[in-house]
């Protein structure tokens, strides 16, 4: 099975909330750093939030900033991205991503990957 399964996804209007979530199987994220990254049609890889392996630490794009709040629950082995205030913009794929270490907000940084779940805001 995958090692992250991404959930949560769906079509929403502009303004409205959707919470994504990240889990993982085979393995225990407790140690892991966790990032969810998004890329929309014709639109490099975006770096949206990602979160310490304590949870004491959490980043955000300008783009997501004061809408988007990243947080994790290790004993349920899962990691959220509650996103509000949504715009058009933000519609693309988010993935998750695991890695054993600090954050980053640079894919290549991270080892494990989910498959992707769709976000489409629109009216």
């Known amino acids: 099975q995958l090692q992250l399964v991404e959930s949560g996804g769906g079509l929403v209007q502009p303004g409205g909330s959707l919470r994504l979530s990240c889990a993982a199987s085979?393995?225990?994220?407790?140690?892991?750093?966790i990032g969810w990254f998004r890329q929309a049609p014709g639109k490099e890889r975006e770096g949206v939030s990602c979160?310490?392996?304590?949870?004491?630490?959490?980043n955000y794009a300008d783009s997501v900033k004061g809408r988007f709040t990243i947080s994790r629950d290790n004993a349920k082995n899962t990691v959220y991205l509650q996103m509000n205030s949504l715009k058009p913009e933000d519609t693309a794929v988010y993935h998750c991503?695991?890695?054993?270490?600090?954050?980053?907000?640079?894919?290549?940084?991270?080892?494990?990957w989910g498959q992707g779940t769709q976000v489409t805001v629109s009216s």
């Open positions: 991503a695991a890695r054993m270490g600090l954050c980053t907000r640079f894919g290549a940084d991270f080892g494990r």
């Open positions: 085979e393995f225990t994220l407790n140690y892991y750093a």
């Open positions: 979160i310490s392996s304590s949870g004491g630490s959490t």
